[in-house]
């Protein structure tokens, strides 16, 4: 009897070429990370439920709980074993603000740390939203204070790895939580909180929805246009503070958001011109923001939504003694290449890392065939040895098939390499003989559209 085998929705794979092209973002990121002075790290993917229930927003919609299968139901209900109590983690800020509580005698602080590991949260799948994916995040912690000029040096850190993607522009639209704060409380809104995360949703459900939303919610309609006034404020320079003003609305707070931000624009106009622009719409759904917030959109695909994200955060970590404020951005790795890929059409140049086929005359030449590989390889280009001693027009042909460029012949006039684009063949000396730099390795391209 076959059985069927039926993808699961919300957990994306690649086939070869495309996962070759996610290996070259990663890299990238990675790259981009360490010249910035970022220190890798990794956290376990298992976290108390009752740490992750504690961080705000809709956290408790998304977590994957983990259970023993083997686990009796008497000790699963009285907790014994504890695997009840722990849960997938759905970010990588929570955990990692963990990691530094547990181990900051250990840690040389301000600590700067990149994470690139799997998160999964219970999400309905569709179009670049999944329930396993990966994101690359970037951090900066402190003890008790945490400068503020950390807080324009995230975003920059993110724009210059997307100037590095074949994309057809990027914003990162930027907010300071203080300012809708200090404008809410301005207005006479207690629910703080509970406002931003309604106005969270302008993007997706609309002004109306969230105009009825805020309503519902106690506010005035006076107060919720006011509200949506200050969310339609966006700017690639500092007029914004001017607009804010002009809405007629004074409190400390939002004065101090104004100058943060401000400070983070000026930065971003300076060393980055255009790749940041001062939304106030963006509040981020999360309670553990404290200050700068960002978001990241695709030119033209402004509907696919945020596929970046982050911001400040003053409480989340602490001992009881100790606070470790930082601040953070977060790459949708998954989300991004589900536009990149796609829509987009980004794949790699060939479906294997390998440069070059060592061809098989005949199955008693293996050994000579891999000790040929070996030399290659020991030199750093990738090869591999024929499947099978065939034809040689079908080795070729299985080369082509594969994306490898080039096929190495053993003959009588010694060693030759053929270049199966090209049809070129030449001699070759297996101690010296190298591919252009180009084929060396795979890259990527756009599919013809």
């Known amino acids: 009897m076959s059985t069927k085998v039926a993808p699961l929705s919300g957990f994306p794979e690649f086939l070869p070429a495309d996962r070759i092209a996610e290996q070259h973002v990663l890299d990238i990121i990675r790259r981009t990370f360490e010249l910035h002075g970022f220190a890798s ?3 376990r993917a298992v976290e108390p439920v009752e740490r992750l229930l504690g961080k705000g927003g809709d956290a408790d919609k998304e977590i994957y709980a983990v259970t023993r299968l083997a686990a009796d139901r008497s000790e699963a209900s009285s907790g014994q074993d504890g695997t009840h109590e722990l849960g997938l983690h759905f970010d990588l800020t929570v955990p990692f603000a963990r990691y530094v509580v547990e181990n900051a005698g250990r840690l040389q602080l301000p600590f700067r740390r990149y ?6 949260r219970g999400e309905r799948p569709q179009e670049g939203r999944y329930r396993e994916f990966t994101q690359a995040d970037i951090d900066v912690i402190d003890a008790g204070t945490l400068a503020p000029h950390y807080e324009a040096e995230v975003p920059l850190v993110v724009a210059e790895i997307f100037r590095q993607l074949p994309l057809p522009g990027f914003r990162i639209q930027v ?29 997706k459900i609309g002004p109306d929805r969230v105009r009825s939303a805020l309503v519902e919610a106690g506010a005035s309609a006076e107060q919720a246009a006011r509200c949506l006034a200050l969310a339609e404020i966006r700017s690639e320079d500092l007029s914004f503070v001017d607009r804010v003003r002009a809405l007629g609305v004074s409190h400390p707070t939002l004065t101090e958001g104004l100058q943060a931000l401000s400070a983070v624009m000026r930065v971003g106009l300076d060393l980055a011109p255009g790749a940041l622009v001062a939304d106030l719409r963006v509040a981020r759904g999360l309670d553990y923001y404290t200050g700068t917030v960002y978001e990241t959109q695709i030119v033209g695909h402004e509907g696919y939504g945020s596929v970046c994200s982050g911001g400040r955060y003053d409480a989340l970590a602490s001992d009881g003694r100790t606070t470790y404020p930082g601040v953070g951005i977060s790459i949708g790795v998954s989300r991004l290449l589900g536009l990149l890929v796609p829509r987009l059409g980004l794949t790699g140049s060939r479906s294997t890392p390998t440069c070059v086929l060592v061809a098989l005359p005949a199955e ?17 280009i990738p090869t591999e040895v024929a499947p099978s001693a065939d034809k040689f027009g079908k080795q070729i042909r299985y080369a082509d098939r594969r994306g490898i460029p080039y096929v190495w012949f053993a003959t009588a006039e010694g060693d030759q390499v053929k270049d199966i684009r090209s049809g070129e063949q030449t001699g070759a000396d297996v101690a010296s003989w190298l591919p252009p730099q180009e084929d060396l390795h795979p890259g990527i391209r756009l599919r013809p559209r």
């Open 41 to 43: 790290i990794e956290t």
């Open 115 to 120: 994470q690139i590991q799997k998160v999964w």
């Open 175 to 203: 907010n300071n939580r203080k300012i809708p704060e200090g404008f809410y409380r301005g207005i006479g809104l207690a629910d703080v909180a509970g406002t931003l995360r309604i106005v969270d949703k302008l993007d």
């Open 364 to 380: 008693a030449d293996r050994a000579a065939a891999m000790r040929t590989a070996t030399t290659l390889r020991a030199r750093g």
